[in-house]
Nanobody, 125 residues
Framework: EFVESGGGSVLAGGSLKLSCVGS????????IGWFRQAPGKEREGVSC????????HSVDSVKGRFTISKDTAKNTVYLQMNNLNPADTAVYSC????????????????????WGQGTQVTVSS
């Protein structure tokens, strides 16, 4: 599984940078993505990145605020989150899928694997 870190508690407008570390085999996935799940809500895809190309995708609610990046040498995917607001409060997890990074990839959540335990992000107003 992947291992996430970097969560915490911040005030609205603040920033956090999450890290998702996988063993070498985890980067065999074609795409690695960040998901989040708020209390009482469905898990939703946030951003994804291709491991063998530079393709990225983010959902509309985080575009312009969140940036996904990768360091292949470190088997790590990052999620830089800026201008956070209370609606971003959730447990953030990462996972991999053998599917091209796109909005469509988030539709097939059952295809994603190696889920991490997640890291809590709490944004207060």
């Amino acid at each position: 599984e992947f291992v996430e870190s970097g969560g915490g508690s911040v005030l609205a407008g603040g920033s956090l940078k999450l890290s998702c570390v996988g063993s070498g085999s985890k980067f065999d996935y074609g795409t690695i993505g960040w998901f989040r799940q708020a209390p009482g809500k469905e898990r939703e895809g946030v951003s994804c990145i291709g491991t063998r190309d530079d393709r990225t995708h983010s959902v509309d609610s985080v575009k312009g605020r969140f940036t996904i990046s990768k360091d292949t040498a470190k088997n790590t995917v990052y999620l830089q989150m800026n201008n956070l607001n209370p609606a971003d409060t959730a447990v953030y997890s990462c996972a991999g899928v053998d599917y091209s990074c796109s909005g469509r990839a988030f539709v097939f959540t059952s295809l994603w694997g190696s889920w991490g335990q997640g890291t809590q992000v709490t944004v207060s107003s």
